[in-house]
């Protein structure tokens, strides 16, 4: 059975940061290429990063320079990091695991306010 679990998420003012990590069981996860996507209230899921099983990675506009994925193979973990977060980065982030098939957590809420 493959499971996918976030964790990290909660609220942080604007200009402050989080870390996500997503737990991966179930899949060969160092085959899998892993990504953040994010679906904010009345809008469609967007991808926020992706990075591949040999480590290549993308990220949104909105967020380059201020988020950072990364995984640990050892560990089946794939990691976002966010700075300089910003009102409109409020979200359920999702992890998402492809390969031969797509895989989804079940999301962890960012809340960004004051």
């Known amino acids: 059975q493959v499971q996918l679990v976030e964790s990290g998420g909660g609220l942080v003012q604007p200009g402050g940061s989080l870390r996500l990590s997503c737990a991966a069981s179930?899949?060969?996860?160092?085959?899998?290429?892993m990504g953040w996507y994010r679906q904010a209230p009345g809008k469609q899921r967007e991808l926020v990063a992706r990075i591949t099983n040999g480590g290549s990675t993308n990220y949104a506009d909105s967020v380059k320079g201020r988020f950072t994925i990364s995984r640990d193979n050892a560990k089946n973990t794939v990691y976002l990091q966010m700075n300089s977060l910003k009102p409109e980065d409020t979200a359920v982030y999702y992890c998402?695991?492809?390969?031969?098939?797509?895989?989804w957590g079940q999301g962890t809420q960012v809340t960004v306010s004051s």
């Open positions: 179930g899949i060969i996860f160092s085959i899998y290429h």
């Open positions: 998402s695991s492809s390969y031969d098939r797509d895989y």
